[in-house]
């Protein structure tokens, strides 16, 4: 009886959930389920897809330089710790940008090499996702936003870098480290303690 | 402007906020910040110990930028206020003001724009002794247009300290900055989350009137609800509703949070808090089951020692107590009447017992007293008693023709009388006999019917033993003109169950019915009266028989339009009309032939409350059902019904809301947790074309 209701229950479900998401045009990502697919290109012209890191841990970054709750974790060097921290552990660290040209945060793709060169930063790539095509997959809607694919591309974790949303420096050391957490726990093989964390930062300059 | 320029700009900015002159003045200096002027003021320039009194944090962005509320939104952050107090000195929280939502494409943000001003109220302790009051304010914003800019100043004011005066400058600033403010209200207010929908159940008829159209409902708490898509609000008379969407980032189940209800006309601040099941229902829960562990010798003996308390109840004493008399003046028959009597009694108990197995088997959700759950029963018993008090009252003579029975006669006479004790009785021992007959409910039909006959047995006792012993009756005063008097003084307590029952019945039909009710009572005293009339006066008998048959003829018919008045009533409360309470069997039997829709609820589900609200108990859904001829069955799951929590296993749930559609031949549907009327009329409109 019940294998039998729960299709009518996924189908009435998926319908209402349709109409509401109708207005949003978001397909939210849920942990626990397979990582939403992407297909961009990075500062080289190369392009990097979730099927081609099958068997790799993967860690998606949004960023805009120019937020200062981005400055916040790379004025620190917290965030460039955290991309070395995760390279020794052959982790792929894909930076995303989906602000739009002419929006804060865009750039070309030699400034944003300049950028990871000028701030010592250590991404496997930075991926432009001038149209926010990827972004809105991923329902990013902040910078910094975190998110980490366990290697069979299950999404472990999507949220903000630590547990206190302010742009003040100092609190970088005081705040618990959700998503260095999360990423730890994922690399040992185990479900992260919270999954979903709040997202703080500045709004993601999507082009509409 | 680069990086580097801006973040000089801040640190001079930061700088010359923190080293601002202050004088004793009831404003700080303004603090300009890239995008933001900042100041705090003070609504006295002196205060005095004891005191409590307001101060503004007075944020002026750029045109076109905002602050945040203390829910930011999707991104943002809420403006923060660390305060430097002197000791003594304490503050409350920042009460926001009426929030605005900006939406930049998918996302959204509540926040200020224009002069911002967050009030907080200070309080001095009345040990304060120093001259001045030094206040400072630290403030961390973020102010955005597209983008952001985080700030920060550090405002000081100092106050003097004496007999307070108000900062006349002032006066304009603080009547903006409170009409500014939502009002507050203390309307109750309760949330649950079910299938990634967070439902509000306002419980206020003001709160139902916001709703013309134009309101929004700000949530108060972050990673809550998605913030851009509006959700939907609906309202009942007495309810306002606010369903949203559950926030893809949801962690944790805040316990409170205030919510901001605007429309065009008012804005309405309140708090909300998580719908839990209260301890109170879950212990009450385990009653019905603990009684299962007492073995059946105790629950007998309980039983007939109920049975023997219920003689002393005001609502029976009256009555027995003149058959106990009358059985001490007639002691030659005094066995065989008690014998009688007692049977009378047992016979009436079990078969009172019998119906209610027999009914339970059918489904309906019944306990002891379920025929005081019907009205035109409650009325007839009110009835009864008027007739039994003003008997005893003197007004009219039963007995009279009693005296004159035969033998047989007199069998029947006891006979009945035990079953007159038993149904006047039943008033009382619905409030007092509950657990017990709990217990005989919920046992297999022979011993629940053992048990009511141990109560039967237990009631009929004390005729026994005058019956077969007669040295009890020594005990008994003698009869004389006393009886009279006490016969009548024992009106009394029969008058007040009457004023009992009425109170019964007026909660069941309201008060159109009961003034009908007391018509047709005096109608029916009067109809007593002339009876008694007629037996003093043998000469006009006829015509006093023939004006009492009269008035009761009136009194029936006043009765008939004061039930018939109770069901107008309540079908103009649909909510108590439309369903029919769950039980396994009941849906077994009607799901063999026709279509039943099951719903699974509980009274501190608020998801389930607005399912009903919005989706059930509609006009559309209640014409849908009756078209189709849908039976609608609910089950309460408020004291967690075992039976209940078996059936939602089967479906693999362990929580309401449950919604089942079964349709005669078909396997039953699961419909979604969140329900509109259109989603149940598609489930129905699905059977229906898959027959």
Redesign the interface.
């Known amino acids: ?2 294998f ?2 729960k299709p ?2 996924r189908k ?2 998926l ?3 349709g109409a ?1 998401l109708a ?4 397909a ?2 849920e942990v626990g389920q397979p990582a939403p697919g992407f297909n961009v290109i990075d500062t080289q012209g190369e392009t990097h897809t979730l099927e081609q890191y099958q068997g790799s841990v993967v860690v998606l970054e949004w960023t805009n ?4 709750f981005v ?1 916040k974790h790379y004025a620190t060097e917290n965030m460039q710790s955290l991309q070395r921290e995760m390279n020794e552990q052959d982790v792929v660290w894909l930076t995303v940008i989906s602000s739009a040209p002419g ?2 945060g865009h750039v070309s793709p030699e400034q944003a090499d300049e950028l990871t060169s000028n701030r010592n930063a250590a991404p496997a790539a930075v991926l432009l996702d001038e149209d926010g095509t990827m972004g ?1 997959a991923y ?1 990013a ?2 910078t910094p936003h975190m998110y980490v694919i366990d290697a069979d591309g299950i999404l472990q974790y ?2 903000g870098i630590d547990s206190i ?4 420096h100092d609190d970088v050391a005081r705040a618990e480290p959700y998503f260095a957490n999360a990423a730890r726990a994922v690399l040992a093989g185990e479900t992260p303690e ?1 999954q ?11 082009a ?1 | 402007m680069t990086v580097f320029q801006n973040t000089i700009r801040y640190f001079v900015a930061i700088i010359l906020a923190t080293f601002v002159m202050t004088a004793n003045a009831s404003e700080s200096e303004i603090v300009e910040q890239p995008h933001l002027r900042a100041q705090l003021i003070a609504e006295y320039s002196q205060v005095e110990a004891g005191q409590t009194f307001d101060v503004a944090v007075k944020l002026v962005p750029d045109a076109g930028w905002h602050t945040y509320w203390i829910n930011p939104g999707d991104s943002g952050l809420a403006t923060v206020i660390n305060w430097q107090l002197p000791e003594g000195v304490s503050v409350g929280s920042i009460q926001w003001p009426i929030a605005e939502k900006y939406n930049i494409g998918h996302l959204s943000n509540y926040g200020f724009e224009g002069d911002t001003y967050l009030l907080s109220t200070i309080s001095i302790s009345d040990s304060y002794a120093a001259a001045t009051l030094p206040i400072t304010a630290e403030v961390d914003w973020l102010v955005c247009e597209e983008y952001c800019i985080p700030g920060s100043a550090t405002l000081s004011i100092e106050l003097d300290v004496g007999s307070p005066q108000r900062a006349a400058s002032h006066i304009d600033v603080f009547s903006t900055a409170r009409n500014n403010l939502p009002e507050t209200a203390d309307w109750q207010a309760y949330f649950d989350i079910q299938d990634r929908q967070v439902t509000i159940i306002v419980n206020n008829e003001q709160a139902a009137s916001l709703d013309n159209g134009s309101l929004y409902a700000f949530i108060g708490a972050t990673e809550l609800v998605e913030h851009q898509p509006p959700g939907s609000i609906q309202s009942t008379e007495s309810e306002l509703i606010i369903r949203r969407d559950l926030n893809t980032y949801f962690h944790d189940y805040p316990e409170h949070f205030p919510l901001l209800l605007v429309n065009d006309k008012r804005a309405v601040q309140l708090e909300v808090h998580v719908a839990e099941q209260s301890a109170a229902s879950v212990n009450a829960g385990s009653i019905t089951s603990e009684p299962s562990s007492l073995n059946l010798t105790t629950v007998l003996l309980f039983a007939l020692a109920g049975g023997f308390i219920l003689n002393l109840m005001p609502c029976v004493f009256p009555v027995l107590s003149l058959k106990a008399l009358h059985l001490a003046d007639h002691r030659d028959h005094a066995r065989r009447d008690a014998l009688w009597y007692t049977a009378g009694v047992i016979m009436t108990f079990v078969l009172i017992a019998a119906v209610l197995i027999a009914l339970r088997a059918t489904g309906a959700a019944l306990g002891w007293g379920f025929q005081l759950q019907n009205p035109i029963l409650i009325g007839l018993l009110a009835l009864l008693f008027v007739a039994i008090a003003l008997n005893l009252s003197g007004v009219f003579q039963i007995g009279t023709s009693l005296m004159r029975l035969g033998q047989g006669q007199q069998q029947q006479s006891s006979f009945a009388t035990g079953v007159l004790a038993v149904v006047i009785a039943s008033p009382c021992t619905a409030p007092f006999m509950g657990i017990a007959l709990g217990f005989a409910i919920i046992q297999p039909a022979p011993i629940a019917l053992t048990i009511f006959a141990a109560l039967g047995l237990g009631m009929a006792l004390p005729f026994l033993l005058l019956g077969f012993f007669p040295l009890v009756a020594r005990w008994l005063p003698k009869p004389g003109a006393w009886m009279n008097t006490f016969k009548e003084w024992m009106a009394i307590p029969m008058y007040l169950t009457t004023v009992w029952l009425l109170w019964v019945f007026g909660r069941q039909a309201g008060i159109d019915s009961l003034a009908l009710l007391l018509v047709a009572l005096i109608l029916f005293a009067t109809a007593l009266w002339t009876w008694g009339k007629g037996q003093l006066q043998p000469s006009s008998k006829g015509r006093q028989m023939a004006l009492s048959w009269l008035f009761i003829a009136v009194t029936a018919f006043i009765f008939t339009i004061a039930i018939q008045n109770q069901q107008v009533g309540e079908r103009s409360a649909p909510t108590s009309q439309q369903w029919q309470a769950w039980t396994p069997e009941l849906q077994r039997e009607l799901q063999e032939t026709q279509p039943v829709f099951v719903n699974m609820t509980a009274d501190w589900c608020i998801t389930c409350l607005a399912n009903e609200r919005v989706a059930l108990e509609t006009e559309a859904t209640r014409a849908l059902f009756a078209e189709h001829e849908i039976r609608y069955l609910k089950g309460d799951w408020t004291l967690q019904d075992p039976r209940i929590t078996e059936y939602l296993a089967n479906y693999q749930r362990n929580g309401v809301p449950l919604y089942v559609l079964y349709w005669p031949g078909q396997e039953p549907k699961v419909l979604p947790q969140i329900l509109t009327n259109s989603i149940v009329r598609e489930a129905v409109e699905q059977a229906k074309q898959s027959i």
């Open positions: 009886m019940n039998k209701t009518f229950v009435a479900f319908g209402l959930a509401l207005t949003t045009a978001f939210n990502p330089h120019d937020c200062p400055v929006t804060q809105r329902a809607r902040v999507a949220g949303p302010t742009a003040n919270r979903v964390t709040r997202p703080y930062g500045c709004t993601v300059k999507y509409d």
